[in-house]
């Protein structure tokens, strides 16, 4: 099979590899579709220590099934599914606690195991999710970001007309809005810097969007919220777009830390402040065994992934794909590989 093999920081090699066979308990998929993430692009520059080469990338996969190993029961051949790419060790306590995200020894797909980066890959059955073919690829490979979003919909508690700041209109940014849209009411406000951008974060809901990168947006907040927002979701990964958010919470607010910042970067919070205006700062990561969730959502219609999965892209260009994920957000929003192609 045809396989992209990431051998060290800022290296990848396409090459031919020897097709997997599963084990008891596991699927072997075909590869139909698989996204990159901005975690792809961190484990390409080796920034990811759960990540060592050589590797197989890409946990974003939707796919086939085409052979069971022993013992396989809830998935066959022909079945289109959707994989949990965050397999914990099942022992531990957050494991036991079905928050696999948590665990502190994951042999994640695309991170320690082989990826969809290939034409075929391996899962085990209970990571396995089957969509009905009216997913399309595109929704296929979009679950496991919504699922990493749902997670964080969960923790943040939501309650009905409030209001909400998602800070960035990417993909990740654009998943939250779609999901807030169509599931409590409330006031959207979105921060995006690219025009292409936010003019599909006003398409799929968002009642206002404004420049961060402007003088003035700050109080071009305010004038919309005079008290502040309700909530506020950073969907940027920037330590710069958090901190500048803060002031725009409102008493009682709720800020989501959701975007990957660098480890090495800081904001500054005031104990007084925090307490004085009650606030609360929590975070998300990874799908604790939310993909379920996110298929169904995405089967109902309520995802529009034809416009957030941008572009299509062969396994031969997937360098090129990270590249233009962190270099051509202008043009590209979501980039999906097709190892057929």
């Excluded at 606690?97 to 209970?126: D, K, M, V, W």
């Excluded at 997913?135 to 969960?154: M, P, W």
């Excluded at 008290?227 to 008493?251: C, F, H, M, N, W």
Aim: glycine share 10%; proline share 6%; net charge positive.
């Amino acid at each position: 099979m045809k396989a992209a093999v990431w051998t060290a920081p800022n290296r990848l090699d396409v090459r031919e590899m020897p097709i997997p066979k599963p084990k008891a308990g596991e699927v072997r998929i075909k590869v139909l579709g698989c996204g990159v993430c901005g975690t792809d692009v961190h484990i390409f520059k080796g920034e990811v220590p759960l990540a060592m080469p050589p590797q197989v990338l890409g946990h974003e996969i939707y796919g086939e099934v085409v052979e069971m190993g022993r013992g396989v029961k809830s998935v066959r051949a022909g079945d289109n599914i959707s994989i949990d790419p965050v397999v914990g060790c099942g022992v531990c306590v957050f494991c036991k606690e079905r928050r696999t995200n948590l665990c502190h020894n994951p042999t994640i797909i695309g991170y320690a195991r082989c990826g969809g980066f290939a034409q075929y890959t391996i899962a085990p059955e209970s990571h396995c999710h089957k969509a009905s073919g009216k997913i399309g690829r595109k929704g296929g490979i979009i679950a496991e970001t919504l699922a990493c979003v749902l997670n964080g919909y969960d923790r943040l508690n939501f309650k009905a007309c409030r209001s909400v700041m998602i800070l960035g209109a990417g993909s990740v940014g654009l998943l939250w809005t779609d999901l807030i849209k169509h599931s409590v009411a409330t006031k959207l406000i979105q921060t995006e810097i690219i025009p292409m951008r936010g003019r599909l974060a006003k398409k799929l809901g968002a009642d206002h969007v404004i420049d961060a990168e402007k003088a003035g947006w700050q109080k071009a907040v305010m004038e919309i919220e005079p008290l502040g927002v309700d909530y506020v979701i950073d969907a940027t990964g920037t330590a710069k777009a958090i901190q500048e958010s803060l002031p725009l919470l409102k008493r009682g607010g709720t800020l989501m830390i959701f975007g990957v910042c660098p480890e090495e970067e800081q904001i500054s919070v005031t104990p007084y402040d925090m307490f004085a205006r009650e606030l609360s700062i929590i975070a998300a990561k990874m799908p604790p065994c939310t993909l379920e969730r996110a298929v169904r959502i995405i089967e109902a219609g309520k995802i529009d992934c034809e416009r957030i999965v941008s572009s299509v892209m062969p396994l031969d260009r997937l360098e090129e794909a990270i590249d233009c994920h962190q270099h051509a957000k202008h043009k590209h929003v979501k980039i999906m590989i097709d190892p057929w192609a």
